[in-house]
């Protein structure tokens, strides 16, 4: 079982990596591959060698294809950089992912929105009392 201390360095070492890899695309790659990104979240697994790297990419299928491609080759010096920022020895391993989240839940709120639209057209006028 993990102990407290360990699930809370692990969340601030999670956090820290978010911000210093969102400050590293905002301006330090050069990559014309990599559009306009931005880190979601950071999730780190249990034993810290590896972080999946959530992005939100604007634009098409295509350029969050391209980006990913962009950040895949640009990984090591990434992880150099982090490494010297945030003085590890070992960073993690990362992995870039895109972060669909966003998109699924606007259309789900579409399809409720549309439902109880529907819902209230279909509905039979109340009656009157007498």
Not at 26 to 55: Q, W
Not at 71 to 78: Q, R
Not at 101 to 126: D, F, N
């Amino acid at each position: 079982m993990e102990s407290r201390n360990q699930k809370y360095h692990r969340e601030r070492l999670g956090q820290a990596l978010r911000e210093e890899i969102e400050t590293i695309l905002e301006g330090e790659l050069g990559d014309p591959r990599i559009g306009l990104a931005s880190v979601n979240s950071v999730a780190l697994a249990d034993d810290s060698r590896s972080a999946r790297v959530f992005l939100n990419v604007e634009g098409d299928d295509e350029e969050a294809k391209q980006t990913l491609e962009g950040l895949t080759s640009a990984v090591g010096f990434i992880r150099r950089e982090i490494a010297e920022r945030l003085h590890l020895r070992r960073p993690p391993e990362l992995y870039f992912q895109v972060d669909r989240s966003g998109l699924h839940s606007a259309r789900i709120e579409q399809l409720l929105t549309r439902a109880k639209y529907r819902a209230k057209r279909k509905a039979p006028p109340a009656k009157k009392p007498s």
